[in-house]
């Protein structure tokens, strides 16, 4: 509960982790109205933080307002046959390119 209380009071629309997610912990963020995308490779988070102008932080006792990164226009899941796909556009200074 202290971890997501820690991500919940800086109101980000979007949790990305390389980790899982745990159940209670999607209930308590979905509950604030935040989406979490789990199980991320590291070389594509770091492509994210670049795009979205976000920083990578390890513990979320250490969260600052300035970590969060707000560049990002618009979030999506798309279905492409049986594979789901997430899209961050609109990014306003993107620095860095597709992930497919």
């Known amino acids: 509960k202290q971890i997501c209380d820690d991500v919940i009071a800086l109101k980000p629309d979007l949790v990305l982790t390389e980790k899982g997610v745990s159940d209670l912990a999607q209930h308590f963020l ?3 109205g935040i989406s979490a995308i789990r199980r991320l490779r590291k070389s594509d988070m770091n492509r994210v933080a670049r795009a979205v ?5 390890h513990r979320t006792d250490e969260l600052k ?3 969060v990164g707000t560049n990002c226009g618009l979030f999506e899941i798309k279905k492409f046959g049986d594979e789901y796909f997430t899209f961050l556009t609109k990014c306003k200074e993107p620095k860095a390119c597709t992930i497919l």
């Open 53 to 57: 102008g976000g920083q990578i932080v």
């Open 30 to 32: 979905l509950k604030a």
């Open 65 to 67: 307002e300035a970590d």
